[in-house]
């Protein structure tokens, strides 16, 4: 089956029950067993299992193209699940641009617990490989990354990490499975902020991990996920598969709204720098054409002046919803810097949009009324 199809179909019977084509959302806590003792249908209780997220995890790792999935209740979740399934004292290596609650996950909590964390810059090989000159064994990539869209080389980092002996961890929120196969470029996990794009409503929160094979490590994960509570609960994993169904239309026709958005931004005078990898300027273009289906819906720009000059900007738009996020049908304009806080490495002068499904034309409009 081919990605569309698969966003339709994968996850999905009909319900063996009562034949609804729409799964039925189960909130059970605990199964029965049967006479003899066992499980009949493989749910004990809710905290380790449910058949939403089931049918979440095995959708999800159709669509990705991995072994298996898991599910958790918040994309921070995901990657927390990750860390604590290392050992205190191992190293990680860390972009200098990334989400930052990623960057702040792994800092100051899991700092506290003994992770090494370097952080590099992933888009320069060689700084990949100096970091992976210690023993290390994780490194995360970012591509395109937040807010900067910097994009890493996804198969060459793959490359330096196997012959350190190192996993590969690839956050794929902002390209979503249509538009980035880390997997199919060798990763062993690519990680997913369901929130985002794969709900797509703004109404959801989860988080997921897609395994390219089943190991020990996996086994590990499973039981931080099971054995710690984090899980996706029955009614978010409900929601997150009935949004990834329409993933596929929605998310290319907000990559194509966000190149006519990233086109207009480029040519106006009171914008300093657009950070879109689908324009020929941006420094990680020819990479991004390599291992990217689509360009993806995120985008950044810098204003002629500072924070005021980028708030007023902010302040001006009436169709973009002034909000953090991203991901969801409805457009949304952030100035970064300010959400990041203390140790924001982002620009004052930066406005962030997640470019949704109103018309392309209503989008150039607001943005040229706001930067008159
Ligand atoms: C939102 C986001 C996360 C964190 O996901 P939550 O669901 O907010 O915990 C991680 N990575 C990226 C790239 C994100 O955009």
Redesign the pocket.
């Known amino acids: 089956m081919r990605l569309e199809t698969l966003c339709i179909h994968a996850g999905y019977t009909p319900d063996p029950a009562t034949g609804a084509i729409s799964p039925p959302i189960h909130l059970s806590t605990t199964f029965e067993r049967g006479a003899d003792g066992e499980y009949p249908h493989g749910y004990r209780y809710a905290r380790e299992s449910n058949p939403n997220r089931r049918a979440l995890e095995e959708g999800m790792a159709a669509l990705e193209g991995g072994a298996d999935a898991l599910a958790f209740a918040?994309?921070?979740?995901?990657?927390a699940a990750l860390f604590q399934a290392l050992q205190p004292g191992d190293h990680v290596v860390l972009p200098l641009s990334?989400?930052y609650?990623?960057a702040r996950l792994a800092e100051s909590l899991f700092a506290d617990w003994g992770l090494q964390i370097t952080r590099v810059d992933t888009t320069d090989l060689a700084a990949v490989a100096a970091a992976l000159t210690r023993p290390t064994r994780l490194v995360w990539i970012?591509t395109p990354?937040?807010p900067l869209l910097a994009v890493t080389d996804i198969a060459a980092v793959v490359q330096l990490a196997r012959r350190a002996g190192a996993m590969v961890v690839v956050?794929n929120?902002?390209a979503t499975p249509l538009g980035q196969r880390p997997l199919e470029l060798g990763a062993d996990f690519a990680?997913?902020?369901?929130?985002?794009y794969l709900g797509g409503h703004s109404d959801v929160?989860?988080?997921l991990l897609v395994a390219r094979e089943k190991n020990d490590f996996v086994e590990k994960l499973r039981s931080v996920q099971q054995t710690g509570g984090s899980g996706a609960p029955a009614f978010d994993s409900w929601l997150v598969l009935r949004g990834i169904r329409t993933l596929a239309c929605r998310f290319e026709a907000q990559c194509r709204s966000a190149m006519e958005v990233a086109r207009f931004l480029a040519r106006h005078p009171a914008v300093v720098a657009v950070h879109y990898p689908g324009l020929e300027s941006h420094p990680g273009h020819t990479t991004a054409a390599r291992q990217m289906r689509l360009w993806g819906a995120m985008l950044s720009f810098q204003v002629k002046g500072g924070r005021s000059e980028a708030m007023s900007v902010a302040a001006r738009v009436r169709i973009f919803r002034r909000a953090t996020?991203?991901?969801g049908v409805e457009s949304l304009i952030e100035h970064r810097a300010s959400i990041e806080g203390a140790g924001s490495r982002t620009p004052d002068n930066l406005l962030r949009l997640s470019v949704g499904l109103e018309h392309p034309d209503d989008l150039v409009e607001d943005l040229a009324r706001a930067l008159q």
Do not use: I, P, R
């Not at 918040?74 to 990657?79: D, K, R, W």
């Open positions: 918040s994309g921070q979740a995901a990657s990334v989400y609650g990623t970012e990354s937040n956050d929120t902002w990680m997913h902020a369901s929130t985002k929160m989860g988080g996020s991203l991901g």
